[in-house]
């Protein structure tokens, strides 16, 4: 179970063409001659930033820990972004992923000011689920999107609403491999020139917006800019055209993220604190220090000072330089099969927007159209951009040690290989979130529940994790491989009858992978 990290060359998480693809044949007419010369401009660059993480990462590991840049223009200077009348009110932004049809409508039909479609993280990363998810980005950005009612017998679309739809496509540090002969291409410039290419801005209700996952710091923002200005230059549209939100779901970028919204400025609306990737990358950068042997997932409270300082400190910068500041998804999900479930999701819901409001904050995001209303109404009309802190601490404490909080039990392992079974299942299975004992759970918490094992076991001599009975249980390797057998045989006992090979056939794959992950360290957000 020692951790170890993948070489900084290795190109891991790869999407790739199917077989007999022919890009000439198989993508839109004239994208492989719009896709070539940006490959050319972008790869290497993507290149060499992948290689930086890993270097900040080993660095950390060292003791080098991520820390406030020195001052520059970014920090010093008086800089503004003029917000677009369309965007100004952000209080919920509904996201889910976008090869689901039948989502992606239910979102747009909810009322939600904005629907965030997305390529990563809740959309499995194969290449049919890749294409159906650009696909119903196009549609939906064109009011045609459909899907077939089969309890109404019926055809739903969607409906005319001032809703504001942003896509998400793969972060930075994946690949995409089998479109350009040879090449291997980030995949998030592939997602995004596929998009783009596509676009008519006759479409459109506001300008083209992508919003920007899993940055590490304030250089991968030029990286975007670039990228971003490059695109509208072949497209023959102005420079600044594209617009973007970015989420704030590395440890690193909290520390930069003035510098990153001011190398983004003629192209950045808002800050996300992405908190379930901020959380595993707080976990994995801290990964030798036993101070930050998490409590069980579900006992860690929505205002725990690592995540309440940097709540504060996102809408301060945001609002300083006039864009948005979005709070993050709450896991716990709506149910209308369970009333008890239903009533305490959202009760949790109204509690955790209501915080971040207080933070200055100017909205949240959500995954169930249920959910839209309880947000809404947390934030003031349409945004909080006037408000400031009176005095601001200009360097706050961004790593408070967790210390005195929740509980680390055994049945909290437990919880977390059971889950992280079940949601690798779901992924060999095309999903890219599952819910899951009413939490709604993707690679962002899969990423937290492997970490928090690989924690456990990693500083078992100085941690005491107890069983039911209060008596301690010290985490080895051979323990863990106990738990996901343990977890995996209960599940398979769990399931129905008649249940197919196939999905039991995943389920023991899952439980291979899963451990496999943990003991060989492969926790990036990959």
């Known amino acids: 179970m020692a951790t170890k990290r993948s070489s900084p060359g290795a190109i891991q998480s790869m999407n790739v063409a199917p077989a007999g693809f022919d890009g000439a044949r198989d993508l839109p007419k004239g994208f492989l001659e719009f896709l070539i010369p940006l490959d050319r401009a972008f790869t290497a660059r993507q290149r060499e930033l992948v290689r930086k993480r890993a270097a900040a990462l080993a660095a950390a590991h060292q003791g080098k820990l991520p820390d406030y840049l020195p001052p520059s223009p970014a920090t010093q200077e008086k800089w503004k972004v003029e917000l677009p009348a369309w965007c100004e009110d952000q209080r919920n932004q509904m996201t889910g992923p976008s090869d689901d049809a039948e989502l992606v409508v239910k979102m747009l039909n909810s009322g939600a000011p904005v629907v965030m479609l997305d390529l990563e993280d809740s959309t499995a990363n194969t290449w049919p689920h890749l294409m159906q998810g650009v696909s119903n980005i196009l549609s939906a950005l064109r009011g045609q999107l459909s899907y077939f009612d089969h309890k109404r017998d019926r055809t739903v679309g969607i409906q005319p609403s001032k809703s504001v739809i942003f896509s998400r496509p793969r972060g930075l540090h994946l690949h995409q491999g089998g479109v350009i002969a040879g090449e291997i291409l980030p995949a998030s410039l592939f997602d995004v020139a596929l998009v783009a290419f596509q676009v008519d801005p006759a479409w459109l209700k506001h300008p083209l917006t992508f919003y920007i996952p899993k940055s590490e710091s304030a250089e991968e923002a030029l990286w975007w800019r670039d990228i971003f200005q490059s695109v509208a230059q072949a497209k023959g549209w102005p420079k600044d055209s594209i617009k973007c939100m970015a989420l704030v779901e590395s440890h690193p970028l909290a520390y930069q993220m003035e510098e990153f919204s001011y190398n983004l400025r003629d192209h950045i609306l808002g800050l996300n604190l992405g908190r379930w990737d901020y959380m595993a990358s707080l976990i994995h950068f801290n990964l030798p220090d036993p101070r930050w042997v998490l409590p069980d997932r579900n006992t860690i409270p929505h205002n725990i000072a690592f995540f309440q300082n940097l709540r504060n400190r996102i809408p301060e910068i945001c609002h300083k330089h006039g864009i948005l500041a979005i709070g993050g998804m709450t896991a716990l999900y709506p149910s209308r099969e369970n009333a008890e479930l239903n009533a305490r999701a959202l009760a949790v819901l109204e509690e955790d927007k209501k915080n971040e409001a207080m933070c200055l904050m100017d909205g949240a995001w959500t995954g169930h159209p249920d959910q839209n209303g309880i947000a809404v109404k947390q934030f003031p009309i349409p945004n909080q951009l006037k408000a400031r802190p009176a005095s601001p601490d200009p360097r706050p404490d961004l790593r408070p040690a967790p ?24 992924v060999l299975s095309g999903r890219g979130a599952s819910l899951l004992d009413g939490y709604m759970e993707d690679l962002a918490t899969d990423r937290i529940y492997r970490l928090m094992i690989a924690q456990r076991v990693r500083h078992r001599a100085v941690i005491r994790i107890a069983d039911e009975n209060g008596r301690p249980v010290i985490h080895t390797p051979e323990l863990i491989t106990k738990l996901f057998d343990e977890e995996l045989n209960r599940i398979l006992t769990e399931l129905s009858a008649g249940t197919p090979a196939e ?10 992978m899963s451990e496999q992950m943990i003991v060989a360290g492969e926790f990036n957000p990959e």
């Open 403 to 426: 210390a005195g909080v929740g509980k680390q039990t055994l049945g909290g392992t437990r919880a977390a290989v059971r889950t992280v079974i079940r949601y690798r299942q779901g």
């Open 503 to 512: 999905t039991i056939a995943q389920f023991k794959q899952a439980r291979a």
